[in-house]
């Protein structure tokens, strides 16, 4: 029936003398093209992202792999716009300068709010070029290269881990915690007359993500542990991944040092992190 509209369209612009019911047609198949492009979507896609991404990774003195490259920009993106409305995923497709990212909204409202107030601003030193994302879950899988995140509002990169047995070390909590990415610290709290309880932090806030949705009620030990984000307190330390041979404490508090007063930079050579 779309065929057939197109059609009478066509005939109807091609000739003056066009009966009736053709320019009827034409005229319903401009409403369904207005329709189609005015209709309400809850998804954005931000294009271009690769190369701004990679001039601010070498502003950094950093490097990193196409992977945490992707985590970093879905993480980016995800406190960017999540000021504006409950995002719920976020999708980074392909590499180089075609890199983009769809980022669903939980109602349309929330994506047009954020269309508007982000339109143009700085991300990664560029300006966001955001447009209405028309496409579906179903198209989704069909394109290569696509990695998926679904964001807690309440997320961070810090785990508690409740009801552990008092036998439980660093080393069973790390085993357990690091086959959903790098964990940094174990911090195991001892409770007189109770179970202890640790905190569990890791690298990558999408690790944190998937520990918490596939390591909440599971055993580790003989206990079926109970996992959920940390509380968020103010701290004066940043982590910094990604560190090489080659970078230098001072070049690290040269280039931290524009957003405020520096006053220790730690470098660990074995894992190529630093404290800030």
Known sequence: SEGGSDSSHSQSDSSSSSSSSDGESGSDSDSSTTSKT????????????????NIMVMQSFLTVNVLNLD?????????EF?????????????????????IYFRRPEEAERALEVCQGKMFLG?????????????????????????FDPGCTRTLFVGNIEKTTTYGDL??????????????IKKQPGNNPYAFVQFAELS??????????REYVGR???KVGFGKVN??????????????SEQQVERHFGRYGRVTKVVINRVTNQALV
Not at 207 to 216: C, E, G, L, P, Y
């Open 38 to 53: 005015t209709k309400t979507t809850s998804a954005l896609c931000v294009q271009s992202l690769s190369t701004r991404s």
């Open 71 to 79: 985590g970093s920009i879905r993480e980016g993106l995800y406190h």
């Open 82 to 102: 999540k000021k504006h409305g409950e995002v719920t995923r976020i999708y980074i497709h392909g590499t180089g300068g075609s890199r983009s990212a769809i």
């Open 126 to 150: 560029a300006e966001m070029q955001i447009q209405h994302w028309h496409g579906n879950s179903y198209a989704l899988t069909y394109i290569s290269n696509y990695s998926e995140d679904e």
């Open 174 to 187: 790390k085993e357990a915690f690091e086959r959903y990415g790098e964990v940094i610290d174990v911090d």
């Open 207 to 216: 690790s944190a993500i998937q520990a918490r949705r596939k390591m909440d």
């Open 223 to 225: 206990n079926r542990v």
């Open 234 to 247: 103010p701290i004066n330390t940043i982590w910094v991944g990604g560190v090489t041979n080659s970078l």
